[in-house]
C-alpha cells in the first residue's frame, strides 16, 4: 500500500508539470489565433511562470516575451499598412517583451545536467530584440508627448540596456560597433536624462544624467543638468567636481565658472574665486561678465577698492550697455564719496572743510555718469530703476544740480 501512495503521488507531482507545460503552449495558441485574444494568453502565461515546475523554464519566458512581441507587431502592420494602430497597447506590449526575453535568455544559456550550454532560444531572442530596436525610440517618444515620463525613461532605458548587452555584442568584428550603438544610442542617453529630469527623482536622475554626460553629445549641457542635481540634493562635493570638469572641458561656458566662483564665495574662499575667475578671462579675455564679477569680489569680499575699479573699468570697455557694470563702478566712486563726506563733515576748519568736500564732490561728479547710463539701460518698471532713482537724486543733491534734482524727486513722487 505504501507502494502505491508513492506511485500516485509521482502520477499528481507529474500531471501538475505537464498542466503548466500545456499553459504554456496554450497561451501561445491564444495569442497565434487568427483572432488573437492577448489578454487569456497572458492569463494562461501568469501562471506558468509563477509555478515552481515552469517559472525556471527558459520556454516559459521566451512564450511570455512571444505574447507581448506578437501584439506589439499586430498593431505596428496596421501602423505600416497605413491603418490607425492603437499605440498605447502597442507600445505598453513592446516595454514587456524585453524583461521577458532578458530571463529567458538567461536561463536559456544556464549548463543542463552535463555542464554544457546548448541555447534554444537566444538566436531567436537576438533576431526579435534587433528587429524591433528603432521602436524602442518611437515609444519613449510617444510617451514623452504623453507626458508620461516613467515610461519614457523605462523606453530609453531597454534601447540602452539592449544595444549594451552581451547578445548585441555577440558576433561584432573587432572595431565594429554593435546593433545600436551609433547616433541613436547617443539621442536615447540624452532623452532618458530629459526624461529623468521630470520625475522629481534626484538620485534616478543623477544615475541617468551621470550616464550620458560620459558620451560626446550635448556634454556640455548634461554636466549643467547632472551639476544642477548635486546641487539640489547637497552634494557639494560632486557639484564642486562636475563643475571643474565642465570648465576642463568647455573653459569659455559661464554656467561652470559662475557657479563654481559662486560656491567659493559662498564658502568665503574669495582667493579661489578669483583665481578661477582670472584663468576664465585667460581663456576669454572678451567676456564682460568676467570682468564685473571679479571686480564685485574684489570690493565687497577682498576691500580692494582699486582692484575692484579697474576689473569694472575693463568689463565697460568690453560692453558699455552692461547696467550692471555701470552701477558696479558707480558704487565704487558713490561710496568713496559718502565716506569722504562724512569725514569732511566732522572738519571744523572751513578751508579744510571746504577742500574735503569737494574730493567728495570730485567722487560724485565720477560716479555720476556710471549711474546716469545704468538708469538710462534700464527698464522703466525694475526695481533696479527704482533704486537708481533715489542714488541719483543724492548725487544731485551733493553736486547742487537742483533742476535735475527736482526732476528726479518728480519721478520719485510718481508725478511723472
Known amino acids: 500500500m505504501k507502494k502505491l501512495g508513492l506511485t500516485l503521488g509521482l502520477c499528481l507531482i507529474a500531471s501538475v508539470s505537464f498542466g503548466q507545460k500545456k499553459a504554456v503552449s496554450e497561451a501561445l495558441r491564444f495569442a497565434k489565433d487568427a483572432k488573437p485574444n492577448f489578454e487569456e494568453a497572458r492569463k494562461k502565461i501568469k501562471g506558468a511562470l509563477e509555478h515552481d515546475e515552469t517559472k525556471n523554464d527558459a520556454k516559459t519566458w521566451y512564450t511570455a516575451g512571444q505574447i507581448e512581441d506578437m501584439q506589439f507587431t499586430a498593431e505596428n502592420t496596421k501602423l505600416m499598412l497605413g491603418q490607425q494602430p492603437n499605440e498605447a497597447v502597442m507600445y505598453d506590449a513592446l516595454l514587456n ?182 584663468t576664465a578671462i585667460k581663456n576669454d579675455p572678451s567676456n564682460a561678465q568676467l570682468y564685473d564679477v571679479a571686480g564685485r569680489i574684489y570690493e565687497s569680499g577682498l576691500k580692494d577698492y582699486e582692484k575692484a575699479e579697474e576689473f569694472f573699468k575693463k568689463s565697460i570697455e568690453l560692453d558699455s550697455e552692461n547696467a550692471e557694470s555701470q552701477s558696479d563702478l558707480g558704487r565704487i566712486y558713490f561710496n568713496q564719496g559718502v565716506i569722504q563726506l562724512d569725514e569732511a563733515n566732522n572738519i571744523s576748519d572751513v578751508k579744510k572743510y571746504n577742500e574735503e568736500k569737494e574730493k567728495a564732490k570730485e567722487l560724485f561728479r565720477k560716479a555720476l555718469p556710471c549711474f546716469e547710463k545704468a538708469y538710462q539701460l534700464n527698464p522703466d518698471d525694475s526695481d533696479s530703476k527704482q533704486a537708481l532713482r533715489s542714488i541719483l537724486s543724492s548725487i544731485y543733491y551733493n553736486l547742487e544740480m537742483g533742476d535735475k534734482l527736482e526732476e528726479m524727486n518728480k519721478l520719485m513722487n510718481g508725478s511723472n
Open 97 to 278: 517583451v524585453y524583461p521577458y526575453f532578458r530571463k529567458a535568455n538567461e536561463l536559456d544559456n544556464l549548463p543542463d545536467a552535463k555542464g554544457k550550454v546548448k541555447p534554444k532560444f537566444t538566436k531567436d531572442i537576438r533576431s526579435t530584440l534587433k528587429a524591433n530596436l528603432v521602436y524602442y525610440l518611437n515609444g519613449g517618444a510617444y510617451f514623452f508627448d504623453q507626458r508620461d515620463y516613467k515610461k519614457t525613461l523605462d523606453f530609453f532605458n531597454q534601447y540602452i540596456e539592449i544595444a549594451d548587452s552581451k547578445l548585441m555584442k555577440e558576433g561584432v568584428k573587432p572595431g565594429e560597433a554593435p546593433v545600436g550603438v551609433d547616433s541613436v544610442y547617443l539621442l536615447a542617453n540624452y532623452y532618458a536624462a530629459i526624461a529623468a529630469s521630470q520625475l522629481n527623482d534626484h538620485p534616478l536622475a543623477i544615475e541617468v544624467m551621470a550616464r550620458a554626460s560620459k558620451l560626446d553629445y550635448k556634454k556640455n549641457d548634461m554636466l549643467q543638468y547632472l551639476a544642477e542635481e548635486y546641487r539640489i540634493v547637497g552634494d557639494t562635493v560632486n557639484f564642486k567636481k562636475t563643475l571643474e570638469d565642465g570648465i576642463a572641458i568647455f573653459p569659455k561656458e559661464d554656467y561652470f565658472i559662475m557657479s563654481l566662483v559662486s560656491l567659493y564665495i559662498t564658502s568665503e574662499e574669495h582667493e579661489k574665486a578669483v583665481e578661477y575667475l582670472n
